[in-house]
Structures are given as structure tokens and as C-alpha cells.
């Protein structure tokens, strides 16, 4: 019986020495003022009780650690009480690559545009950003990721990547000569060839668009081709007239006449005056070809009175309409050449001799031209002439 007592009165002093301390620990407790704090990292709530009178304190109390970039919705000075809330959103290491030029730094921010315009990156219409995120799995693979925002990952490297982006275009010319366009006519000699039309080439401009990223191509986005003219073919008039000379008259047999005599002497036949021919006197030329020096004039010169040497008003008119040979080109020729000579000129064509020249001697013909012509243009050719037709 002496043992029990002996146990029951250890027990009860035990108790006492218990309750003597939560005594103690509970005035100690009063006097020290703890707090209870809720520190919210990330998003992450965690309590603690801290003695700490200040949030500086609870940072070297060891409490809580705030790094430099790291986002506090508290001052270092404010005075810690029960049930605070301290947020804190911790910045983590990036790699920002502007384009190729790259540089670390640390961001708070999920949002990539937000950490971009902390550090005065603008964005162009037309530039890029992406999240490449570089990490090791389960198996220690290294692996890339692209998430959707800023974040921060144990072991992982985060760069935020921006492409510029810029477009340009290139233009280029290209000729193309139409098809010649081939006419026939009686105006030329057979087989001879004139360019009426001298034509010109159709041009196309075609114009491509590059795109570049970071100042290098990247590729080929668009091509288009306008035409710019439309051009004009070349026209080349082919002749088809055969000059067939009419056959020369057979000449009437000579009647025989019985000469009487008489001692009056025969009348002389007058001499002939040849009225076609009043600039040389030269007897009448047959159906010939002679190399002609062809100049040209206008009816409306100076001193010039619109009407040819035969009567014929020219002033408004360059060509002629012969009963057999249609519409042919006018011409002053030299008094060999009767009026109403049809004469065919190569590269020009048939003309009718209506007008004469003091200067229109020989071989030289002058060409009647429309007043939109320029005869100073024309200047003077050594061309291939026909006699066709002598006078009228």
C-alpha cells in the first residue's frame, strides 16, 4: 500500500509541475505579443506566427524571403498585427530575344505584352511572340514546350521570343513582241515588202513581295503580273502587182503612092510641139524604170497657191482618183512626163503626174503630202520608179 501511495503523489506533482509550466509559457506568450500572419505566394496561402513587430522584420527574422524584382503588396516598414495578409508574387528568370538580340532578366508577370512594355519593346503590326519553355521530363529528356503564358518552372529555362516581321516588293519589266500582222496589196511590187506599221512590244510588270524575319527572307508571299501596254503589232505590207506592158500596136502597112512630078515643091510638115513636155523639150519616153530622187511638199508652202500645173486644187487633198487605176498619190514631175503619167514608185506606190517644178528636173519627183505630214521628214530618197501609164 505504501508503493501506490508513493506513485499516486509523483503523479499528482508531476501534474502540478505541468500546469506550472503552461502557466509560465502562457504569460510569456502575453508578454511577447505573437501574431499570426498569412503569407499568399503565387497564389499559395501559408499562416505563420511570428513575434516580428515589422514586415522587415519577419524578412530577418527569416520568416519570409522578398528578393529584389519580387511584387509585395506590403512596405518593409509596415507594423505586423494579427491576421495580416502579405501577398507576394515572385519574379523568375527570363531570356528575352528581341528579334536576335538577347538579354536576361526577371518578370512578375504572366502576361507577356506587360513584361514586354516594362522594358520598352515594341511590337510592329506585323511582329511575333512566342513562350519557348526548355526543360528535362521524368526520363531527364530535354524538352520544348510553348506555353500560353509567362511562367516560372523548376529546372527550366523561359524565353520569350519576338520575330519582326517586314514585307517588301520588287518589280520587274518584261517585252514581248506581238505577232506580225501581214497585209496584201496592189500598191507594191510583188514580193516587195514595207513596214506600215512599225509596232511595239507589250510589256508586263511583275511585282513580288518578300517577307523578312529578323532582316533575313523568309519567303515568297505573293506575285503579280499587270500588263502596263498592251503593244502594237508590226504591219508589213506585201506587194502583189505584176506590171504586164500592153502590147505595142502592129504598125499599119505604108500605103504606095505613085510620085508625080511637079516643079512645085511638097509642103514641109510643121515641126511638132510637143505641150507635155515644156521643161525639157525631150521627146516622150516609153514605158521605162529609172531610179527617181523623190522629195516631198505640201499644197499649203509658202508662195505655194494649192493649185498643180495641170489645174488640179490640192489644197485639200493628197491623192487622185484615176478612172483606171483608182486612188493613186500625186506627183510633180519633169516635162518628159505628160500629165496623166501613171507612175509606180517603190515603198510608196502608183502616182499621177499633175504638177511640174522648176526644180523638178530629170530623174527628181516630188511627192504631194497631206498637211499632217513633214516633208523635211521625208527628206529626199533614192527610190525605184516604173513608168506604167504615159499621160492621159
Known amino acids: 500500500m505504501q508503493v501506490k501511495r508513493d506513485i499516486t503523489g509523483r503523479i499528482m506533482s508531476l501534474g502540478v509541475i505541468a500546469t506550472s509550466i503552461f502557466a509560465i509559457m502562457h504569460s510569456n506568450l502575453t508578454e511577447v505579443n505573437m501574431n499570426e500572419v498569412t503569407i499568399v505566394e503565387n497564389g499559395e496561402r501559408n499562416t505563420i506566427t511570428t513575434e516580428a513587430e515589422t514586415v522587415l522584420g519577419l524578412v530577418t527574422g527569416g520568416y519570409v524571403q522578398i528578393g529584389n524584382f519580387d511584387d509585395v503588396s506590403v512596405e518593409m516598414e509596415d507594423v505586423v498585427y494579427n491576421g495580416m495578409e502579405i501577398e ?198 516609153s514605158l521605162e524604170s529609172f531610179t527617181a530622187n523623190v522629195t516631198a511638199y505640201v499644197a499649203t508652202c509658202d508662195g505655194c497657191s494649192g493649185i498643180t500645173a495641170n489645174g488640179t486644187d490640192v489644197r485639200s487633198i493628197s491623192t487622185f482618183y484615176d478612172a483606171s487605176f483608182g486612188s493613186v498619190r500625186i506627183l510633180a514631175a519633169d516635162g518628159r512626163f505628160p500629165f496623166g503619167t501613171i507612175i509606180y514608185v517603190s515603198g510608196i506606190g502608183k502616182g499621177v503626174v499633175l504638177d511640174r517644178g522648176g526644180s523638178v528636173t530629170g530623174n527628181v519627183l516630188d511627192l504631194l503630202m497631206g498637211s499632217y505630214a513633214n516633208p523635211l521628214q521625208f527628206g529626199r530618197q533614192s527610190l525605184q520608179a516604173q513608168v506604167i501609164r504615159l499621160g492621159w
Open 88 to 285: 507576394i508574387t515572385r519574379a523568375f528568370p527570363i531570356t528575352i530575344n528581341d528579334g536576335g538580340t538577347r538579354f536576361q532578366t526577371m518578370a512578375r508577370s504572366s502576361d507577356v505584352f506587360e513584361v514586354l512594355s516594362q522594358y520598352e519593346i515594341e511590337l510592329g503590326h506585323h511582329d511575333l511572340t512566342e513562350i519557348m519553355m526548355t526543360g528535362t521530363n521524368a526520363l531527364g529528356e530535354e524538352v520544348q514546350v510553348n506555353p500560353t503564358i509567362l511562367t516560372a518552372f523548376a529546372n527550366s529555362e523561359v524565353e520569350v521570343i519576338v520575330t519582326r516581321i517586314h514585307f517588301e516588293t520588287e518589280s520587274s519589266f518584261e517585252e514581248f513582241t506581238l505577232e506580225t500582222v501581214y497585209i496584201y496589196t496592189d500598191d507594191l511590187l510583188e514580193g516587195e515588202r514595207v513596214i506600215q506599221i512599225a509596232g511595239s512590244p507589250k510589256i508586263e510588270k511583275t511585282i513580288v513581295e518578300f517577307e523578312y524575319r529578323n532582316g533575313e527572307l523568309y519567303e515568297i508571299v505573293d506575285t503579280q503580273t499587270v500588263v502596263i501596254d498592251e503593244g502594237v503589232a508590226q504591219v508589213v505590207a506585201i506587194g502583189t502587182y505584176v506590171y504586164v506592158p500592153e502590147p505595142e500596136p502592129e504598125p499599119e502597112p505604108t500605103p504606095i503612092v505613085t510620085q508625080v512630078a511637079s516643079s512645085t515643091p511638097a509642103p514641109q510638115a510643121p515641126a511638132s510641139n510637143p505641150t507635155n513636155n515644156v521643161n525639157t523639150g525631150t521627146p516622150t519616153p
